[in-house]
């Protein structure tokens, strides 16, 4: 198998264009367990790890833009945390150390799992997904990239630059139901943000619908939030949970994360 190896983005999207069967690779976390697997065997990989354009984050009038590169221990740097708060604490429950190291963001769009633990806080933080190919730029909400289960709308020539989310919307917090605290595929995941200054309760799960999902409503309807949230998902049975446990769990999330934020 061949790996290239561009070291700029220019360099990366005319390979992408060049060889449009080569997986883009970049912390490897899911691609290499598709490949020692056996369940993928592309004829290249596109190794991004050397472009420089893709690492990194930036702020900008309010808008956070997190490179396609940044990795989950990047994620937890205590200035990133102060700007999106659900998105560190989600950071931080990623896999291993290990795991945290090399695993990107762009990865965990990439394979657009509904379990990917970086999906709900972004999608609370009104997260729109920058993709370019030779033929230009184009962003897309986060909600209209996630297509399906393992599926994102990418085009076969295009790469993801990186996210545009907005930094600091209120109060925000992350949770997980898992068997254990840490290496859990999640049995249901939430992120939930309160924004008092709009009037505007987000929260968006994950491991509960084919794709992660975003639910939001008016401040006022605190009470009934942890019902329309639950109502909003359409979990199924598999081995690590039933259907009707995910949406009880789902719904005793959200009343703890609503506690949680509403009393900070
Ligand atoms: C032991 C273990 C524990 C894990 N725990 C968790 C967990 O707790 N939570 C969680 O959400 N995930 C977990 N994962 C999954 C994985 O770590 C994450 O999904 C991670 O974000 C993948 O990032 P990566 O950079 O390693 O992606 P890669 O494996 O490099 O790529 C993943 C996919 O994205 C595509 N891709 C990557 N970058 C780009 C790009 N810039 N443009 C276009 N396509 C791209 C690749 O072609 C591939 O299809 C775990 C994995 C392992 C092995």
């Known amino acids: 198998m061949d790996v290239l190896t561009p070291r700029s983005l220019d360099e990366a999207l005319r390979l992408r264009a ?12 899911d691609l290499m367990v598709d490949l020692n697997f056996d369940r993928r065997r592309p004829e290249a990989l596109l190794n991004l790890n050397e472009v420089a354009e893709l690492k990194g984050w930036s702020r900008e009038n ?62 609370i933080s009104e997260c729109e997904v920058e ?13 209209s990239f996630l297509i399906g289960p393992k599926r994102n709308a990418l085009a076969p020539d295009e790469l993801i630059l990186a996210v545009r989310v907005r930094g600091g919307l209120g109060t925000q917090t992350f949770m997980k139901v898992g068997p254990r ?31 992660a999902t975003l639910v939001t409503a008016a401040l006022d309807d605190v009470d009934s939030f942890p019902e329309q949230v639950a109502a909003a998902a359409s979990p199924i049975d598999d081995v690590r ?18 506690e949680r934020c509403l009393t900070r």
């Open 181 to 211: 605290n840490a290496m859990v595929i999640a049995v249901v995941s939430l992120a939930l943000g309160v924004d008092r200054e709009r009037g505007v309760l987000s929260a968006a799960f994950g491991s509960a619908a084919p794709v």
């Open 18 to 29: 060049a060889h449009p069967d080569a997986l883009p690779i970049q912390g490897g976390t």
């Open 62 to 123: 309010g808008v956070v833009r997190l490179g396609a590169g940044l990795t989950y221990t990047d994620a937890m740097s205590a200035k990133l945390a102060a700007l999106l708060p659900a998105f560190s604490e989600a950071s931080r429950t990623v896999g291993s150390p290990q795991i945290r190291n090399r695993g990107t963001i762009g990865g965990n769009l990439g394979t657009a799992s509904p379990a990917g633990d970086a999906l709900p806080p972004l999608l």
């Open 131 to 143: 993709l370019q190919s030779v033929r230009g730029e184009r962003r897309l909400a986060l909600e």
């Open 241 to 258: 949970g039933t259907g009707a446990y995910r949406r009880h769990a789902l719904r005793v999330l959200v009343a703890r994360a609503l």
